[in-house]
């Protein structure tokens, strides 16, 4: 797919596995979003809607193939000199078999963990919608929608489980509403990551505020 990070070859070397892969070189969403913050620059709109809907085809074609992320997070979408944005770091990546419905394993970074993983239950697709809506989030407004300064795992898990999170501000209605949509509470109400995708690509693709090369290539760009 193009917007995974490619595995091209491994290899192994006195018990040591090396694995290659496709090289995304310049750097991270995390370096970008730290940087626009450093300077007070929000990313335009078309940016935003752009990233996203890479990152939301990207994930979408993981899901059809029974395959969930798990550790979605601006640190693990990787940056091309095209301006191209990968999805990668899929070491906590864990396929569905056709009988598995739920994992219970905790994993994942807190920031972005959905309330059932905070909870300690099960969890499936739905969890990584969560985490692509905090992911939206911090596009959006360049911070994550619970840190605070010296918040520790219980008062995380708080915010988390009450949806403590500064509204969005100076975006579109439809970015807002995409955002709430993923961020909600019980995982039966939230869209799938097909859901996701298709209304990315319609509001990204609407109004002239809207309409950049790369944003109106994408929509085409889905397999």
Known sequence: HPHIIHYLDCCVEQNELTVVMELAGHGDLAGLLKSAA????????ATVWGYFIQI????????????MHRDIKPANVFMTATDTVKL???????YFSSKTDMVHSTV???YYMSPECIQGGGYEFKSDIWSLGCLMYELATLRSPFYTPGLNFYILGKRIMARQFEPIVGRSPPLVALVDSMLQLESADRPSASEVHELALAAGASGDEHRTSTGLALTQQHE
Not at 88 to 94: F, H, V
């Open 108 to 110: 994942g970074t807190p």
């Open 56 to 67: 939301g085809s990207a994930l979408r074609y993981m899901h059809e193939r029974r395959v």
């Open 38 to 45: 450093t300077v007070g620059t929000p990313l335009p709109e």
């Open 88 to 94: 990668g770091d899929l070491g906590l990546g864990r």
